[in-house]
């Protein structure tokens, strides 16, 4: 679960190392990953929670490499599987006396780490947030992203959660007040390792509330002996006689259709049966009409049906999930389809807007095939001169991302004609 003694004192070593404190983010995280497998992610994670948790780091420059490494390990899948999505969302939302009560006094941060690790988060870029060094991340200016969204995606994940695994508390208490740091080398790492090596590491043991049962009574004989009566019952076989379609209200044929259009390209007489037996549903459909993970499906087969059907979910509970879906899946024409279609007739989630474009953006860039590359870029562009010129999207939310993205791409006539229209915002000659 844990590194060994030597492992964790090289991982102090790194963090002790003032010469990254001048260096970009990205080459301390590159040093980090040369010197541990990808094998050791979530052990790296524990110990580095358990450094931040406990004040081993500490200093507001390692505390940032510390919280970006956090981030860093698991780049490349969704931020919500992160196994420390959770506490980093709490570190970058605390603020002032209400902090004390979710996190240890030492890493209430300040508004400009604050708001760089949202922007590391939130970006579709985050390679220009890494080659920042900690010292300018303290004159950090841009204003803090919003993730009022993933948070409410992770409390949605982790009411999954059984209670016993959810309420448990650390056996060790933060300080309360500061204390004066440790500065010796051998004294931090001496402290580091008792914390965190052992067979049962004192840092991994929890308090939670254990599961308490009644000892049943013995029922004693007739006669009134310690022996127990055996009793025999009639077992029956009994069919249950179960109506599936109750809570449901899905019309048999809507459906059927439904269920055809999951598979293939619905005709066009079967997709204008479709949309009016939806258009004249009245009443708000259940979410059982569609699975969200059958939602792909509908989207790449049939992106009409898919952003209509949207539509008569949006006051769904669970629309949340469908959103999700979304980000996740592969990004295509289909799915920006959807999106684009969904923004001219609902009102969405600005915080979703945001990461579909962000996700986008990040498509393009990692894309390898050329070819489908400049094709992904080209319907990207058209997109989001859609989202702009439509006024869905405020163009200074996503000003600099998006002007990275035409620059990056400027040899691709769509890209450029997005850059003149940023520009013409910019200088307010064009549309606003």
Not at 239 to 250: E, K, L, P, W
Not at 297 to 312: G, I, M, Q, T, W
Request: overall charge negative; charged content about 25%.
């Amino acid at each position: 679960m844990t590194l060994t003694p030597e492992e964790i004192g090289k991982l102090l070593t790194l963090f002790s190392d003032k010469a990254f404190e001048d260096q970009p983010f990205d080459n301390f995280v590159r040093h980090i990953k040369q010197y541990f497998s990808k094998a050791y992610n979530y052990k790296i994670g524990v110990c580095v929670y358990h450094f931040l948790h406990h004040n081993v780091l500490s200093t507001p420059l390692r505390r940032l490499l510390g919280v970006t490494l956090l981030i860093e390990l698991y780049r490349g899948e969704q931020f919500l599987n992160n196994p420390f999505s959770h506490f980093i969302l709490s570190v970058i939302r605390s603020s002032g006396d209400a902090a004390s009560k979710s996190i240890p006094f030492n890493l209430v941060l300040g508004s400009p780490e604050k708001s760089f690790l949202s922007h590391l988060i939130a970006s579709g870029r985050p390679q220009d947030m890494l080659r920042k060094t900690p010292k300018q991340v303290m004159s950090f200016v841009e204003p803090k992203v919003d993730l009022t969204f993933l948070e409410k995606q992770l409390e949605m994940k982790l009411r999954d959660r059984p209670d016993g695994v959810r309420n448990h508390i650390s056996c060790f208490f933060p300080e309360t007040i500061p204390s004066q740091d440790m500065e010796d080398a051998k004294e931090v790492k001496d402290f580091a390792v008792g914390l965190l090596s052992n067979p049962c590491p004192p840092a991994m043991q929890t308090y939670r509330p254990s599961a308490l049962r009644l000892v049943p009574p013995l029922t004693a004989g007739s006669t009134g002996a310690d022996d127990m009566s055996w009793i025999d019952f009639d077992l029956r076989d009994h069919d249950f006689a179960v109506d599936f379609s109750i809570g449901t209200r899905v019309p048999s044929g809507m459906s059927k259709l439904i269920n055809q259009a999951l598979k293939g390209s619905l005709t066009l007489q079967e997709q204008q049966q479709l949309l009016l037996e939806l258009e004249n549903e009245t009443t708000p459909l259940q979410d059982v009409v569609l699975l969200p993970d059958k939602l792909p499906d509908l989207v790449e087969n049939n992106p009409l049906v898919a952003s209509e059907l949207l539509r008569k979910l949006i006051d769904s509970p669970k629309i949340n999930d469908y959103f999700s879906v979304l980000l996740t899946m592969e990004m295509s024409l289909h799915s920006m389809e959807v999106v684009n279609r969904l923004t001219t007739t609902v009102k969405l989630p600005p915080e979703f807007i945001h990461l579909f474009v962000s996700n986008c953006i990040s498509t393009c860039e990692t894309m390898k095939d050329r070819y489908m590359q400049n094709r992904l870029v080209r319907l990207v562009c058209v997109f989001l001169q859609s989202l702009i010129r439509n006024k869905i999207i405020n163009v200074q939310d996503l000003f600099l991302e998006v002007q990275a993205f035409c620059i990056e791409f400027s040899r691709i006539r769509e890209a450029a004609a997005l850059f003149r229209l940023l520009k013409q915002l910019e200088t307010g000659t064009g549309e606003s």
